[in-house]
């Protein structure tokens, strides 16, 4: 039961880290990278589709995202939801590829991203935190109906928070990796 319980919070925390690792992904720093595009929704035919399932997304060079959509006539459509999202940047087509040019960032763009990737890690943190407490009440609860023994109890809570120190740890390794890429590109 209590390993049912830690692996399943593990489980959980180990996508609160993924989801983490993409939003920061999504970041813009001053080098192109695919994932930035990831969030755009594209009406192809009636129906939002993500960009990457529409198009190929590639980085020829390190301040430049080309973006080549598989249906070319579909290149208008996919344009627009570019410019909807309001990522920073204008594409610039030649009817068949989506070229957009990264800028350089100014000194207080990056530190603007700097605070925008501790809020994401943040909410990183406190849904691992969030993980652990469900965990802890839901030991807590059979310890309470005399499932599981107070050692047991106290050994499976002492592990959650060595569990849950490790993912924070994780999610602070992540945060300083983005904040060098944020203030060094």
């Known amino acids: 039961m209590i390993n049912e319980i830690h692996a399943a919070a593990q489980e959980r ?21 695919p994932r930035m ?3 755009i929704k594209v009406d192809y035919y009636g129906s939002l589709q993500p ?12 301040r430049l995202l080309v ?20 990522i920073g940047m204008m594409p610039n087509s030649d009817g068949n590829v989506l070229r957009l040019q990264i800028p350089e960032l100014t000194e207080e763009r990056r530190r ?11 909410e990183g943190k406190v849904s691992v935190r969030n993980i652990r407490r469900d965990a802890n009440q839901e ?8 499932e599981i023994s107070e050692d047991n109890l106290h050994r499976a809570l002492d592990n959650f928070q060595d569990l849950t120190d490790a993912h ?18």
């Open 51 to 62: 960009l990457k399932t529409l198009a190929n997304i590639s980085v020829p060079e390190p």
């Open 168 to 185: 924070i740890k994780q999610l602070e390794e992540l945060q300083k990796v983005k904040e060098e890429e944020i203030l060094n590109d």
């Open 37 to 39: 595009v990831d969030h």
């Open 13 to 33: 925390m180990d996508q609160a880290i993924e989801h983490t690792q993409g939003e920061l992904a999504s970041l813009r720093t001053g080098r192109a990278n």
């Open 112 to 122: 603007a991203l700097v605070k925008l990737a501790h809020e994401m890690v943040e």
């Open 139 to 146: 030991l807590k609860e059979h310890a309470k109906s005399h």
């Open 67 to 86: 973006v080549e959509p598989y249906d070319k006539s579909q290149i208008g459509e996919v344009e627009k939801a570019i410019m909807k999202a309001d």
